[in-house]
């Protein structure tokens, strides 16, 4: 039986587990995957943990998305770019890191909600792992700019200096606009706390929050009293990344919309 995991503190919350049943038994994989709570700073530990009980690949969620980079014997070109990693797999000597985030998405966007991202103007808000995991999926689907807000503009300085020319830091308090897409990749909303953006800058705009469910609602809420033109949560992203992921260990990519449509019912 193979063997996964998500990685990461809070995790108590996360559907991780029901989407990979979910993909299981739409592509006759038999699997195992579950929960397992790490802090911050014993990734290595769990890793190891992980392993002797017969893992194959673990998704790697917050805190531990950067910590997961030190733990990857070789990475893809998308983890490498991002400096973040996501998604590990045990390759025989060690783990492989990847980051299907971006792809994620990108897809949730473009096919799911019919965005076509190309030339749009789009505030980042946040420098994370997850900000990190998405900025270059979003360069090379062709946006026009990205803005990048975070309470600490000096570590968004180092990471945005890596991109290319459309890239830059925003200061949150000149925050102006107008923006297409306003991409929420703070883990603000787990703690029941909203990033300080103006809220002008929501007015017209699709607004997508990269966490889903309940610490997505204030976030959402907000937008869309602002006048945000359309909002989303990110159950879509964390189905989409989760099927690249599956693509990753299986060889395998399995039908996505049938598990959206399943866990946005229950949801209700």
Known sequence: MNRYAVLGDPIEHSLSPRIHEHFGRLTGRS????????????????LKALREAGGQGANITVPLKIEALGQARSLSARARAAGAVNTLTWDGEGWAGDNTDG?????????????????????????????????????????????????????????????????????????????????????????????????PVFGGAIVYDLVYGPAAQAFCALARACGARMVFDGLGMLVEQAAEAFWVWHGLRPPTAPVLRALRHEAR
């Open 31 to 46: 699997l195992v995957y579950e929960r397992r709570r790490v802090p911050a700073g014993t990734l290595a530990e769990a």
């Open 103 to 199: 792809a994620g998405l990108v897809r949730d966007l473009e096919c799911n909600a019919g965005v076509s991202l190309r030339g749009l103007r789009v505030l980042l808000v946040g420098a994370g792992g997850a900000a990190q995991g998405v900025a270059g999926a979003l360069l090379e689907a062709g946006i026009a700019c990205l803005a990048v807000a975070n309470r600490t503009p000096e570590r968004a300085a180092q990471w945005v200096s890596g991109l290319d020319e459309r890239a830059r830091v925003a200061d949150y308090a000149a925050l102006t606009g107008p923006f297409d897409l306003v991409i929420n990749a703070t883990s603000a909303g787990l703690a029941g706390a909203l990033p300080p953006i103006p809220e």
